[in-house]
C-alpha cells in the first residue's frame, strides 16, 4: 500500500506540474494570438476614426483625461491619436483653470498640426457682479489665462465664450489690448479669429453704451462666421421699448461683413428684421427662435401688414434654417439664392394648416421651386396629400430629411411623372412602426430612369419591422429584371443614432 500510495503521489505531481506548463503555454498563445489579432493589423488612420467617435470636437476636463487613458492602452494606439490632428484641434477651458496650464494647452494644440483650432472658454459662475461699484469684484471673463492665450497663444479659427454679459466681453478685449507680450507676435490669436460663438447669461442686461466706438462690436475682429445666444428676453435689449432703436453704426459693419450668421432671437417685434436687414454677405443663416415667434399678436399691426406686402430680401442666403418655430417667418422673407431649407418646427398644431400654404409662397416668392437641392423638416403633422404636393414641385431636390414627421406614408404615389427624379439622399427618423415603408421604397425604386438613391431609417420605438438586408436583397433582383428602375439602397439605423436633432449647429 505504501508503494502504490508513492506512485499515486507521484503521478498527481507529474499531473500537476504538466498542468502547469499547459497553463503557462495556454497564456503564451493567446499573447501571440493577440499580438496576430486583426484590431492590432487596423491601420492608424481606423483606430483614429475611432478615437474621434468617442471624443467630442471640443474636449474638457473629463474627455481630455479619457483619451489620454485611450493612449496609454498600447504604442499602437498612441501612435494613432497622435497622427489623428483633429483629437486635438479642440479644447474647453473653465475660468477656474490656473494660468499654469498655459504650457499644457500648448502642447495639445501642437499636437494639432497645422489645421484650425477652436477654443471654447466658460467662465466660472453666473451672473458676474464686475459691473457692481459695491462689491469691486474681478471681472470673470479676464482670467489670466485666457488673455494669455488670445494675446500670444496658438493662432485660433474659432473662439466660444460662455459668459454674463457684453460688458464681460468689453473686459476681455480691453486686457487683451492691455496685455505686455513678451514674445511679440506677428498677429495675435484674437486677430486670427475667423469665427466667434457668443454666449451670454440667462437675465443678464445687455447695457450696451450709446457711444457706437465703445460697443462690443466696434473691438471684435472681423470674423465672417458669427454667432450670438441673446439674453432672456426680458432684458433691456430685447424687451424694453428703447431697446427697439436702431442698432450701432458698428453692429452694421460687423454683420455686413458676415458670410455665416447664427442668432437665438425669443423677443417680438421688428427688432430681428432690423438687425437681418444687414446681412447682405450672409450665405448661411440660422435663426432659433426657442419656441417663440417675433410675429405673435403682431402680425395685424400696421408695420407688420407693410412687411408682408413688401418682404425682407436676403440676397445671397443660400442655406436658410430655422430652429423651434412655425412657419410664420416666412411670410416676411425673400431668398433669391436659396438652395437648402432648414424647418426645426415646435410641434405647432396650426402648422398641418398653414405649412404647405407659407412654404410653398415663400419658395414661389423666393424663385426657389427650381433650386432647393435640400429639404429638411423637422416635428410636423401633416396630411400626405398636401405636402406630397409641395414636395412634387421641388424638381432640383437631391437631399430629404424628415425627421418626426407624421403624414402616414404613401408619399411616392402618383400617376403622372416620376417624383423627384434626382434625389440621392431620403432620410426618414424617427417613424413609426406603423409607417409601411416596404410600400413608398417600392414606389421609389419603380419610378424609371432616375437617380440612384441611398434611404436611411431610424423608428421612434422598437422593433423595426423592415430588415435592410431582405430589402437590399430584393431590390437588387428587381434592377436585374427592370433595367430602366431606380435602385433604392436601404439603411436602419437604432433610434439613439438618430437623437442629434441639429448634428450641424453645435459643433463648437
Known amino acids: ?30 499573447r501571440y494570438r493577440s499580438i ?14 475611432i478615437l474621434l467617435l468617442v471624443t467630442p470636437f471640443t474636449a474638457g476636463n473629463l474627455e481630455r483625461a479619457r483619451l489620454l487613458d485611450l493612449t496609454t492602452v498600447c504604442k499602437h494606439w498612441r501612435q494613432a491619436a497622435l497622427a489623428t490632428h483633429r483629437l486635438w484641434n479642440g479644447l474647453s477651458v473653465h475660468g477656474t483653470t490656473p494660468q499654469c496650464a498655459y504650457d499644457k494647452i500648448l502642447l495639445w494644440f501642437r ?84 469665427s466667434i460663438n457668443l454666449v451670454f447669461g440667462a437675465g443678464a442686461q445687455w447695457g450696451e453704451p450709446i457711444d457706437p466706438k465703445e460697443t462690443m462690436f466696434s473691438s471684435l475682429p472681423p470674423v465672417k462666421a458669427f454667432r450670438i445666444q441673446l439674453p432672456a428676453p426680458w432684458s433691456s435689449f430685447t424687451y424694453n421699448d428703447d431697446s427697439r432703436a436702431a442698432l450701432p453704426h458698428s453692429a452694421t459693419i460687423f454683420i455686413s461683413r458676415l458670410t455665416t450668421f447664427t442668432v437665438k432671437w425669443d423677443c ?70 436659396l438652395t437648402s431649407l432648414d424647418l426645426g418646427l415646435n410641434a405647432d398644431l396650426r402648422e398641418c394648416d398653414q405649412f404647405v400654404r407659407n412654404v410653398s409662397s415663400f419658395l414661389l416668392r423666393s424663385s426657389a421651386m427650381a433650386t432647393v437641392q435640400h429639404l429638411r423638416v423637422h416635428m410636423l403633422t401633416i396630411g400626405v396629400i398636401p405636402l406630397r ?19 402616414g406614408g404613401l408619399l411616392f404615389f402618383t400617376h403622372s411623372l416620376p417624383p423627384l427624379p ?37 423608428y421612434c420605438q422598437e422593433p423595426c419591422p423592415i430588415r435592410e438586408s431582405e430589402w ?4 437588387l433582383s428587381l434592377t436585374r429584371t427592370r433595367i430602366d428602375s ?4 436601404l439603411r436602419v439605423l437604432p433610434s439613439l443614432a438618430a437623437s442629434g436633432i441639429y448634428p450641424c449647429d453645435d459643433q463648437d
Not at 471681472?139 to 459668459?163: D, F, M, R, W, Y
Open 1 to 30: 500500500m505504501a508503494l502504490v500510495t508513492e506512485v499515486l503521489d507521484g503521478l498527481i505531481e507529474a499531473m500537476n506540474i504538466h498542468r502547469a506548463r499547459l497553463e503557462a503555454s495556454e497564456l503564451e498563445v493567446l
Open 36 to 49: 496576430l489579432s486583426p484590431v492590432r493589423r487596423l491601420p492608424l488612420e481606423i483606430v483614429g476614426e
Open 111 to 194: 499636437r494639432a498640426g497645422a489645421i484650425p483650432k477652436s477654443l471654447h472658454y466658460e467662465a466660472p459662475s453666473l451672473p458676474c457682479d464686475c459691473d457692481d461699484s459695491d462689491t469691486l469684484r474681478e471681472c470673470q471673463a479676464t482670467s489670466p489665462l485666457l488673455v494669455h492665450l488670445l494675446s500670444e497663444g496658438p493662432l485660433l479659427q474659432h473662439l466660444k465664450l460662455n459668459i454674463s454679459k457684453p460688458g464681460c466681453l468689453r473686459n476681455v478685449m480691453t486686457a487683451i489690448q492691455a496685455y505686455e507680450s513678451q514674445n511679440h507676435p506677428e498677429k495675435r490669436p484674437w486677430d486670427s479669429l475667423q
Open 268 to 337: 417680438a417685434g421688428l427688432k430681428l428684421f432690423d438687425l437681418l436687414r444687414h446681412c447682405s454677405n450672409v450665405e448661411t443663416l440660422t435663426i432659433d427662435f426657442a419656441y417663440r415667434s417675433p410675429i405673435r399678436e403682431l402680425r395685424h399691426t400696421p408695420a407688420f401688414k407693410a412687411l408682408a406686402r413688401a418682404p425682407l430680401t436676403l440676397p445671397k442666403v443660400t442655406e436658410l434654417r430655422l430652429r423651434h418655430t412655425n412657419t410664420d417667418i416666412l411670410v416676411y422673407l425673400t431668398t433669391p439664392a
Open 389 to 407: 404636393s409641395l414636395l412634387y414641385k421641388l424638381t432640383a431636390l437631391r437631399r430629404l430629411t424628415l425627421d418626426s414627421v407624421a403624414c
Open 422 to 458: 434626382l434625389l440621392t439622399e431620403l432620410n426618414l427618423l424617427q417613424i413609426s412602426v406603423r409607417y409601411n415603408i416596404a410600400l413608398d421604397l417600392y414606389l421609389l425604386h419603380t419610378r424609371k430612369n432616375c437617380q440612384p438613391c441611398i434611404v436611411t431609417v431610424t
Open 472 to 475: 437590399n436583397t430584393f431590390t
Open 486 to 489: 431606380t435602385f433604392i439602397s
